[in-house]
Nanobody, 121 residues
Framework: QVQLVESGGGSVQAGGSLRLSCVAS????????MGWYRQNPGKERRFVAG????????YYADSVSGRFTISRDSAKNTMYLEMNSLKYEDTAVYYC??????????????WGQGTQVTVSS
């Protein structure tokens, strides 16, 4: 199973930027997709962005398209989420994910521990 360790969360004012990182390790991560989900208390965990590890194809939720950019550095086994023009509604715990079908929670096989992102208005 893939192990995932996130970093980079924090607090920022609306309009600001943050970058999240996720380091992956394990025997099969080269053959799967990776991505980011976010969750607020009492709400379901929602897909934010995904990337196919092998060819770098990217996927975004409509709510973040044009503001967030997902990327990966294969040499470092690391995935990034560059978040720009942050809004109050982007506030959530962000989870790194890896799986067979990254755009739906049922397709995720591994989760990171989560990192808090707080955007103040």
């Amino acid at each position: 199973q893939v192990q995932l360790v996130e970093s980079g969360g924090g607090s920022v004012q609306a309009g600001g930027s943050l970058r999240l990182s996720c380091v992956a390790s394990g025997p099969t991560f080269n053959s799967i997709g990776m991505g980011w989900y976010r969750q607020n208390p009492g709400k379901e965990r929602r897909f934010v962005a995904g990337i196919t590890w092998r060819d770098g194809k990217t996927y975004y939720a409509d709510s973040v398209s044009g503001r967030f950019t997902i990327s990966r550095d294969s040499a470092k086994n690391t995935m990034y989420l560059e978040m720009n023009s942050l809004k109050y509604e982007d506030t959530a715990v962000y989870y790194c994910a890896a799986g067979r079908v990254i755009v739906v929670p049922s397709g995720v096989d591994s989760w990171g521990q989560g990192t808090q992102v707080t955007v103040s208005s």
